[in-house]
């Protein structure tokens, strides 16, 4: 199966268990693979024929400064959902990072990875 992986989608969003994070915010990275059928974009070199990753993009930036959520988890959730809205993709892999969780004397990075299929 094809796949389009997008990397490095960086944005400042208020999802997050302390109520502090919901009001001060915090950065947020995404990367997502998108599995669907690239065969007939090959041939056509149309972007009709394939999906516009400047849109899903935009998706998941939106969706990450606007949603206020309690959880990274249903954040990823929400993005999986968005992205299998459109018909053309048949999988979606989603991995959320919170590069900077305010949990004291921890310097690393907390990340969700998520696989969710699309069910016609």
């Not at 796949?3 to 302390?18: D, F, H, K, P, V």
């Not at 950065?27 to 972007?47: C, M, N, R, Y």
């Not at 899903?56 to 988890?73: M, P, S």
């Not at 809205?85 to 892999?93: K, T």
């Amino acid at each position: 199966m094809d796949s389009i992986e997008i990397t490095g989608i960086r944005c400042y969003g208020y999802t997050g268990y302390l109520p502090e994070e919901q009001v001060l915010g915090q950065w947020f990275e995404v990367d997502v693979t998108l599995w669907l059928d690239l065969t007939q974009a090959g041939k056509s070199d149309a972007i009709g024929d394939t999906l516009d990753y400047r849109t899903t993009i935009e998706k998941i930036k939106n969706l990450v400064k606007t949603a206020k959520f309690a959880l990274v988890e249903k954040l990823a959730e929400a993005i999986a959902a968005t992205i299998l809205e459109s018909a053309r993709v048949s999988q979606v892999r989603v991995r959320l990072t919170k590069p900077a969780a305010p949990i004291p004397d921890f310097g690393g990075k907390i990340t969700i990875d998520i696989t969710r299929v699309q069910h016609y």
